[in-house]
């Protein structure tokens, strides 16, 4: 089994036809004056990591604390609709953290966080996992937000140092931290504990502190690539939107291109590719540290393409809706 630890809430979409929200000095988007309709749609990078997962087949289960407010049922009931186990799920009376998207014209997604008091930010360390599970899952928020990001923490570092493969996604949200500095030193504390990193471009160009570097920061990412593989990671896998997925070894990169797709929008792409990177290393019996380190070009490129093509179907319809097994065959 694989476990996925990590936020669930509920994502606001601007309506299928509706503009984003106005920003700051723009007038309103809609013309006469209106608010965009907003659509609420379950979410939380790893909530949808887990309901990829259970869409593709593999046997999962969904670790952290969620309200028991209609927010809460509705999330519940989307990982039950996907085949996800919720025994490790926490609850409480606190409310769902919201985060209100804004979509751009090329159908990425920006988001702002009402998540004060909520019940993802209270969830406390587990008991031990259970001994069927190879395979934890961590990431975005619940790693930021206290008092709950400790106890994420604690459990990736008692869940590794027990031989669980561990895979991190930070999905780095920046307007949700107050010490970028600070952030980037607890990032690289947690490497010696990763198996596995994945990373958008514009998350390691953060971590990488090079978001402003004149050559795009190519040079300051790749640098601070070969120094995370350094601290512990097997693999990172690298995702760069249109243009395709590229892992980074000790041994060198190799990159597939991107699936062509007209976009909608971006919601849940990164972890569509989470939950299919791990589904693929599982179908190659690699779900360790030592199997990642032996698998070669010819089974990076069939993991890669695979996770290229799960995203591709996630950004082909609106909101975070992974695919199932079926949809990703071939």
Partial sequence: MIVVAGEALIDLVPSPQQPSPARPGEEDAAPDGRLPALQPQRGGGPYNTAVALGRLGSPTAFCSRVSTDAFGASLLDGL???????????????????????????????????????????FALPPALPDTVRALSLGTCSLILEPGASAYESLLRREAGRGVFTALDPNIRAGLIPDPDAYRARFRAWLPDVALLKLSEEDALWLAGAEDAADGGREAVTAAAKEWLDEGPAAIVL?????????????????????????????????????????????????????????????????????????AVTCSRAGAQPPFAAEVAG
Avoid: C, K, M
Wanted: overall charge negative; charged content about 25%; proline content about 3%.
């Fill in 80 to 122: 039950h609709r996907s085949g996800v186990d919720t025994s490790l799920v926490q609850r409480g009376s606190e409310p769902t953290t919201l985060a209100v998207a804004d979509i751009s014209p090329d159908g990425s997604a920006g988001y702002g966080f009402y998540a004060e008091g909520t019940a993802d930010r209270l």
């Fill in 239 to 311: 995702t760069r939107g249109g243009d395709g997925l590229t892992v980074l070894t000790r041994g060198g990169a190799l990159s597939v291109p991107g699936e062509r797709v007209e976009v909608v929008d971006t919601i849940g792409a990164g972890d569509t590719v989470n939950a299919a990177l791990l589904h693929r290393l599982d179908a190659h019996g690699a779900l360790s540290y030592a199997a990642v380190r032996a698998l070669g070009d010819d089974d990076w490129r069939d993991i890669l393409r695979f996770a290229a093509r799960a995203a």
